[in-house]
């Protein structure tokens, strides 16, 4: 009873819009109906900015993070990825906004966190690294997710690696569009990293 509990007070937590609220509280705006339409770090961060999209982060981010923790705050003997995978669903189907959501890297990245702290730092330090070399936040969700899975099956995490690779098949599909502008040639980009400079170095030299 009390881990069918704790499951539902995940969702809850995972559920919470902070993207979109943090549009419509400070900004006056549904990044829902702007953008890419998600209500995730990156579209947040190209729509209402640097300041919102650090936010929506951090924010996306504690609640993985805390819903890891709640076996070990109500005193459950419990992997922290059983019971925070009930964020990374309630981030993605939220009951807030009609069962709709975001793309779930930073939660599960939350979530990672609580599980294993040393992980975190290792797939948050691919996934900058990724980005200051393609400017693609989706690129540097892919790749991430499964390094991270490749560096659980090869610590013999196998609890790990199972979950991990079940998130990587669900970032890749939740990222099928992004992947199909990524061969074409024409994702969008962060104004950060190495291709959006050389990019922005070209339109300005073309003026």
Known sequence: MKLAILLLLSYFIGSLPFGYWVGKLFYQVDIRKVGSGNIGTTNTLRVLGPKAGVLVLLLDLFKGTLAGYLPMIFGLNVNPF?????SIIGHTFSVWIGFKGGKAVATSAGVLLAYNPWLFLVASSIFVLIIFLSSMVSLASVIGFILITLTAFF??????????LIL??????????????IMHGNENLVHFGLLYWYRKKITDNNK
């Open 155 to 164: 610590m013999q995490d196998w609890f790990l690696t199972v979950v991990a």
């Open 168 to 181: 990587t098949i669900f970032v890749v599909y939740k990222h099928r569009e992004n992947l199909k502008r």
């Open 82 to 86: 059983i019971i925070g995978f009930g």
